[in-house]
């Protein structure tokens, strides 16, 4: 494992089991509980429980960096600004590259982020007004 899994490994042990939203680039992309996770060789994926109870599995690219905002926030960068590592003739030349089919994390950042739970609500079974 690299020192890059090592790290978001140890992020993702933080929010296991937890109720999350991950987002890119300013927009929810699913919101559940976060069930399992696994990393693989150039990807990483989560498995979410949703709100209506349908298991969704979300595939990342790995990302070319990640960080910790705080407890409860991962930030995941796939900006191509972060991998030629402030270079601008780098930078220039991946912009150049001519891309077929592009992830929804192409040139952005997502964020994992735990949010409390909804409140359950009480069921309205036996209640009967007459």
């Keep these: 494992m690299t020192n890059l899994d090592n790290k978001l490994e140890e992020y993702l042990k933080n929010l296991f089991q937890s109720h999350i939203k991950i987002v890119s680039n300013g927009s929810a992309i699913i919101e559940g509980r976060f069930i399992i996770y696994s990393i693989r060789t150039f990807s990483f994926v989560l498995t979410i429980k949703t709100k209506k109870g349908v298991m969704k599995k979300i595939i990342f690219p790995r990302p070319f960096n990640c960080d910790k905002y705080n407890e409860n926030t991962i930030l995941c960068d796939y900006r191509l600004e972060t991998m030629a590592g402030g270079e601008k003739a780098k930078l220039s030349q ?13 040139d952005t950042t997502a964020e994992i982020i735990r949010i409390p739970p909804e409140p359950r609500m009480e069921s309205d079974e036996g209640i009967h007004l007459s």
């Design 94 to 106: 991946l912009k150049k590259i001519k891309v077929y089919e592009r992830s929804q994390f192409y």
